[in-house]
């Protein structure tokens, strides 16, 4: 649906320094496709939460597919941070990778929905993970460069730096969004837990990627 076929809505732009209509509308989608799933997130529900029309959220995303769309690029976005966080420090070699995973697990205990959203789009296939593959991937680059000067420096154990990002990525993944996986193996995700998992995967990088 066009913009033009509704009429401006309830509030727009930030007042007193709240969050714009916009804003509060792709802050609830986040969160809501995060938890409740894509497919199992109605306009119509985002509507109720917000305690507005859902014609409002129409106004600023034509279509639930360009909510989603903004979505990915927001949490793209606030990945793409944590990464830049990790990397702007002088530090090279395992400090740098070591930096890195700790500004992610941040952004997890910050925000726990950013990664689950990561981990919902990829489910969805086509066309909506190829927009967040295809965002992330100057990131992915960028990273695979640091790793393999590091490796061609020796301060890195020599491995395929693609191969290690994609263990990387899958493990954080896995210890900051998979609650019942976690809950299978006996662990509680709690946030004491979570600072466990994260010391727990630097350890097991650290063994693979620092040479004795």
Known sequence: MARDNYSRPESSGKQNGE????????????????ADGYT?????DLATKLGIRKQTILYYF???????????????LELA???????????RGWERVEAVVRAVFRLAARRPAVLSIVREISSLGPPHAHRLTAALEPHITAATLFL?????A?????HDPRLVLLLAYSAVLVATTEV?????????PTPRSLLKRRRDLLGFFRAALVMD
């Open 19 to 34: 969050p714009s209509t916009r804003e509060r509308v792709l802050t609830e989608a986040l969160e809501s496709f995060a």
């Open 40 to 44: 199992g997130t109605s306009l119509d």
């Open 62 to 76: 034509p279509s639930k597919e360009a909510l989603l769309h903004a979505v990915i690029d927001t949490a793209v």
């Open 81 to 91: 941070g944590a990464f830049a966080q990790g990397i702007a420090r002088p530090a």
């Open 148 to 152: 393999q000067a590091d490796m061609d």
């Open 154 to 158: 020796g301060r890195l154990r020599r």
């Open 180 to 188: 019942e996986a976690l809950r299978a193996v006996g662990v509680e």
